[in-house]
């Protein structure tokens, strides 16, 4: 970065901090960025478009910065794709690969990448003050990106309106480009249609329903198969929002139902309020219909994540924003601010009569193996703590554990500790309550902003009395997957340097590790 962009950057924190730069998730080099955009995979590359401030690492400026990966978990930065001038910031939006050349802006043969993204015009520029869905487009394989001179191609005239995510629908309805996007402080997802991506008709709307409290935002929609069944295909609605998730702040729910090209509607077991949880005028009812809602995850950091468009073999695979705008801006980090969540691949299973996603990290096939420093798996555990392997600096180190807390109440991970263990990120699974719990107040740094230490916790069943779990920890991040997927907790930490331990133990009785691997990922 140039020393005149240098200047011009707002810094906010007081010295570089290369510990907590991630090994396997995605960080801009030395800016800020938010949500994933323009999620696309083409010609053996995925394509990370992300809102990014090239001039700083606070919000701001919006453009769409560009990364690339050839396995979703080493990316390589590349030049500003989509930038922001003195008429519009480029916020979120998606790319289609338009095969068939519908929009006309590439050829049959060689088809363009179409980004359908939010204009959030200007003050004094022509539609000042709103936000419309324009486009651009790139015949290059992403690259390079012109955007198109007849932009918007879709105003309604809103301040609000934002966040396109457009996929090619086939089906008993037609064949056609659908966009899903928001209308954000009303709790509104819109639909609309399309035969070249540059004139739209309305098509639907939904909501509110289930958590409503803030804004909705980047939403996402997509079939899949139930259980792997290609004559059962469901819809999933991914609708973001902020404030008003599970775990305070920002957060992704979901719905699961039925799109037929013009309206998507939910299962009724997906909706545990139809009419948004603003209408419950009982806020204990509310409470507890909140933790009823489907979420894609329970922790704090998960924010904006929608799905890969053109990925070959109908996998559907998703990126977060691991950040939460409660506290966004303040993070301890320079000279960049914020990362991704790992990519996740989806998929839809019956849980006890209902549907449910199912998520799994993307990770290399080829780890590491790392000794966990005891003895191989079946071993019963008790309050003695069982020290595990050390996380390394610089890299990524997975755990993953099988666990029949038995007798015990209470089976504890403590994660990057200190030596005096005054300093940990606790991950507790309570056979009383049947929830997992991850506590970073004691993580380290959490003093940056008043709303950061916290404890999450999620409802998790055991299955034949076993707890599994899968754990990711990457610097200044805990990504947790439990029951195969069933259940996913990420959040931020700041460790000190030297806070670098894990233990395993069990309280008020004995528990059986039935398995216990740790790896490791550079
Ligand atoms: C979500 C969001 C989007 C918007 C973008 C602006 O985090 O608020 O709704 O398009 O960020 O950066």
């Known amino acids: 970065m140039s020393s005149s962009l240098d200047a011009a950057r707002p810094e906010t924190a007081p010295d570089v901090t290369p510990r907590f730069r991630p090994a396997i998730h995605f960080t801009a080099s030395d800016t800020w960025l938010n949500d994933p955009n323009g999620l696309v995979f083409h010609d053996g590359f995925y394509h990370l478009f992300f809102q990014n401030n090239p001039y700083g690492n606070v919000w701001g400026n919006m453009s769409w910065g560009h990364a690339t990966s050839p396995d979703l978990i080493h990316w390589t930065e590349h030049p500003v794709a989509i930038a922001g001038d003195e008429v519009e910031d480029i916020f979120s939006g998606s790319v289609v690969v338009d095969h068939g050349n519908t929009s006309g802006f590439g050829t049959v043969d060689s088809p363009a990448l179409v980004a359908v993204y939010t204009s959030a015009f200007k003050a004094g520029s022509p539609y000042g003050g709103t936000q419309a869905q324009s486009l651009a487009y790139s015949t290059d394989g992403g690259m390079t990106w012109l955007k198109y001179d007849e932009n918007p191609v879709l105003t309604r005239n809103s301040a609000h309106f934002r966040d396109p995510k457009v996929f090619r629908y086939e089906g008993a309805g037609g064949s056609f480009w659908v966009m899903v996007a928001v209308e954000a402080q009303h709790q509104k997802v819109v639909l609309y249609r399309s035969q070249d991506l540059k004139s739209w008709d309305f ?140 990519a996740r691949e989806l998929r839809l299973s019956s849980v006890n009569g209902s549907l449910q996603l199912i998520q799994h990290p993307v990770l290399p096939d080829q780890r590491v193996e790392v000794s966990p420093a005891v003895s191989p798996a079946p071993f019963n555990v008790g309050g003695t703590a069982l020290r595990l392997a050390d996380a390394v600096p610089g890299t990524a180190q997975v755990i993953e554990a099988e666990i029949v807390p038995g007798s015990a109440e209470r089976v504890e991970f403590s994660l990057l500790g200190s030596t005096d263990g005054s300093q940990r990120t606790v991950l507790g699974y309570n056979t009383g309550s049947g929830r997992l719990t991850l506590d970073r107040r004691q993580s380290g740094d959490t003093q940056f902003h008043g709303k950061f230490a916290s404890v999450e916790s999620a409802p998790t069943a055991l299955e034949d009395g076993i707890l599994k779990l899968l754990i990711v920890l990457d610097q200044c991040s805990v990504e947790v997957f439990a029951q195969d997927g069933k259940v996913v907790l990420t959040d931020l930490v700041f460790p000190e340097a030297n806070s670098l331990q894990n233990w395993l133990s069990a309280e008020g009785g004995i528990a059986t590790v039935r398995k216990l691997a740790v790896s490791s990922i550079a």
């Open 203 to 342: 098509l639907s709307d939904f909501g509110p329903a289930n958590a409503d409290a803030g804004e909705w935002e980047c939403p996402d929609l997509f079939p899949l198969e139930v259980d792997g069944d290609p004559d059962n295909t469901k819809w999933v609605l991914i609708v973001n929002v902020n404030p008003g998730a599970v775990a305070g702040g920002s957060g992704g729910q979901y719905f699961v139902g039925d799109f037929d090209g013009v309206r998507f509607v939910p299962d009724a077991g997906s909706l545990a309020a139809p009419a948004g949880l603003s209408s419950f005028p009982d806020k204990d009812a509310a409470q507890a219909a909140l933790q009823q809602c489907l979420w894609l995850d329970w922790g704090r950091d998960c924010y904006a994540s929608v799905s890969f468009s053109n990925v070959p073999a109908n996998r559907r695979i998703t990126i977060g924003w691991m950040n939460n705008w409660d506290y966004a801006n303040q993070l301890p980090t320079a000279p960049w601010r914020s990362s991704m969540t790992l």
